[in-house]
């Protein structure tokens, strides 16, 4: 805090208290010092909160000479509504204390500035010692409470750049200026706990200043951005083409970033420059921060966790960008960028909404109050090249033999459900699997958001459709089950069951419609004959449980299990053949089985797909429709 402090009247006490001899005047001394200790604490308990809470929030980016001139007019107000005689050095006391609680670091301020003052320890709320010249000392001056004590605790940790909290208990750093801050905070201890070792200098000093400067910047380049961003969009409302010439318009923005930085006398870095030209151009044309995560086709998701937590799925693995919103407002501009083309909306009476972008990506949005945290924005991104089989065989996720077996099953006409957990890989080798289908067959895609990518000529595509801002108009998968039957088809492949039409695709399939093709989420393959039987139930009809169970060993072929391993990687951990009946249990037989054989020095997960020996009950059908696949693809070697 700038400036020097007015001498406090429990400072002028102590001062008379170490000037004194031994003598009982001493002890009178030490008294009055405690009397008014305790009558400041009583005074500061009682209008501290009242006072802080009635400040303007950028209270804390107040000059502190306008600052103190609010708190002294709150403070004047409280404590006549409260009636209290408060001596004027009290006052002072309590006007400083409460500028150092807004501007420093409460109770510690006065202590950091102390130049005899070189280690301080907190011990908890109520017990703070100093070493002052060489010896240790407790002093007066208390936390209010454990709260109190946490919140300068997250303050220092902002300051240094990190963080303290249950997850991370433990904060040892080292001081710009010299010095180091120890703290630590439950559960690791009962109480938290800071150590804070400096010289004659408040070490703190430099780092506020550091962060004042570098707010200063933020928001000088900040108001460039406006400003640029504004003009941008007057050249666009006169030459409305800019919009598809990404070079035109770059050239338009350089002018007015050279013309602006000249009459702002800004000194920017040639990265500074190229950043802020790069996330106008992305804000104008594409999906701000967001633009360079879907230009990159390494990422399969991305995951945004309010303004300012954006993750990414890359390779398997999720990981923290350094990407960030300015705000909440920027993150709820592009949200409405994404959803206006396509005519949906999102607000707090509809706080959640599925989309899909121009370039088939899928899009999931939840907005406050539903996400506490901020808008949440989730990304599928859709594959500009879709995966082959070949591709799927050098990821690890299934074996040249299995993909045989797969792609015969297929040609086969084989009833086939691939089960797995949320982002497995279900949806993935559900569009591989379509490739075998042959190019004469009429295929029709049923799905809540559209994902596959068939490549056959003879597609029908239909998507889903929710209701509207009315709550009427909805289309549910179900609905376009049931018409899909009506379109003649030779094959139906619905992106996933989770409703009711579980019972209307078994009954297709089990009517004359073969080859069909669903996914399913389901952690095994017998989760997934439970996960089904639920889902018929859905639908409404009272059935027996026997009944549906025949439906689906009737209806069904082939299960495929996919899994998310712990290192990232997706894989196929079991193919099951359906053989019918048994008693009132479905019968199934593994053909494949992945054996895991432990971890390599890298993390990655070992193991392979093996056949189990079993020659499966299809494979007469295989030879029937003239498909031949060697024996030898089943045998365990």
């Known amino acids: 805090m700038t400036g020097v402090m007015a001498m406090s009247l429990l400072q002028r006490l102590r001062q008379g208290t170490q000037e004194a001899t031994v ?30 809470g009635n400040l303007p929030p950028n209270a804390e980016e107040m000059a502190v000479i306008n600052l103190r001139s609010q708190i002294e007019t709150i403070l004047e107000v409280a404590i006549e509504e409260q009636g209290l005689s408060v001596r004027p050095e009290e006052r002072r006391a309590l006007v400083e204390e409460m500028v150092a609680e807004v501007k420093g670091l409460g109770p510690l301020e006065q202590l950091l500035n102390d130049p005899m003052v070189t280690s301080i320890t907190v011990n908890g709320p109520s017990e703070m010692l100093v070493e002052r010249m060489g010896s240790v000392q407790r002093v007066g001056m208390t936390f209010r409470d454990e709260e109190h004590l946490n919140r300068i605790i997250r303050k220092i940790a902002r300051l240094l750049g990190t963080r303290v909290d249950s997850r991370v208990p433990v904060l040892d750093r080292s001081l710009p200026e010299g010095g180091r801050v120890r703290i630590k905070v439950p559960p690791l201890v009962p109480t938290p706990t800071l150590t804070i070792d400096k010289g004659p200098e408040n070490p703190f000093r430099s780092l506020k200043e550091r962060q004042e400067r570098a707010q200063w910047q933020q928001d000088a380049l900040e108001h460039l951005r406006q400003t640029l961003q504004e003009r941008l969009m007057q050249e666009l409302d006169r030459d409305p083409t800019l919009i598809q010439q990404r070079d035109a318009l770059t050239r338009v923005l350089e002018a007015a970033f050279d013309e602006e930085v000249t009459a702002r006398n800004l ?71 994404i959803l206006l083309p396509l005519g949906k909306r999102v607000d707090e009476r509809v706080p959640m909404v599925d989309a899909r972008l121009p370039d088939g990506s899928r899009v999931n949005i939840v907005i406050p109050p539903i996400a506490l945290n901020g808008p949440c924005v989730t990304i599928r991104k859709f594959a500009r090249d879709p995966f082959t089989m070949s591709d799927l065989i050098s990821f690890g996720t299934l074996t040249q033999e299995a993909a045989q077996f797969l792609q015969a099953a297929v040609q086969a006409r084989l009833n086939i459900v691939i089960s797995g957990g949320t982002g497995s890989g279900k949806t993935t080798l559900l569009n591989v699997l379509s490739a075998y289908i042959p ?97 018929v139930l859905m639908a409404g009809v009272e059935l027996p449980v026997r009944a549906i169970r025949e439906q689906v060993a009737g209806a069904l072929d082939l299960i495929i299990q996919m899994q998310r391993m712990r290192d990232g990687s997706r894989k196929v951990v079991v193919i099951s053949e359906i053989t019918g009946m ?48 060697p024996v030898s693809l089943f045998y365990r070697g």
């Open 23 to 52: 003598t009982p005047s001493v002890t009178a001394a030490e008294a009055e010092v405690a009397e008014a200790e305790r009558r400041l604490k009583e005074l500061r308990d009682s209008l501290m909160d009242r006072v802080l």
């Open 267 to 337: 000194v920017l870095s040639r990265s500074e420059r190229v950043q802020l030209q790069v996330s106008l151009i992305n804000d104008i044309l594409g999906y701000g921060p967001l633009q360079p995560l879907l230009d990159d086709p390494e990422i399969q998701e991305i995951m945004v966790n309010g303004p300012h937590q954006i993750y990414v799925e890359r390779r398997g693995k999720v990981e923290l960008t350094g990407v960030r919103f300015r705000d909440e407002r920027h993150l709820m501009r592009i949200i409405e960028k």
């Open 439 to 535: 190019n004469d067959e009429r295929i029709i895609t049923i799905e809540d958001t559209a994902e596959l990518q068939l490549r056959q000529e003879h597609v029908v595509r239909l998507e889903a459709r929710p209701p509207n801002i009315e709550g009427v108009g909805e289309v549910t998968i179900r609905d376009l089950v049931r018409n899909a039957l009506r379109m003649r088809p030779d094959r139906i492949i619905v992106g996933e069951c989770r409703g009711g039409e579980a019972l209307d695709m078994l009954q297709a399939m089990n009517t004359g419609h073969e080859g069909s093709m669903t996914t399913i989420h389901a952690n095994n393959p017998r989760e997934a004959f439970a996960r089904l039987e639920t889902m």
């Open 582 to 629: 048994e008693g009132d249990v479905i019968a199934l037989q593994d053909i494949f089985v992945f054996e895991t054989e432990g971890v390599d020095e890298m993390g990655y997960i070992k193991g392979k797909l093996r056949p189990t020996g079993i020659r499966p009950k299809c494979f007469e059908r295989f030879t029937e429709r003239g498909i031949r696949l």
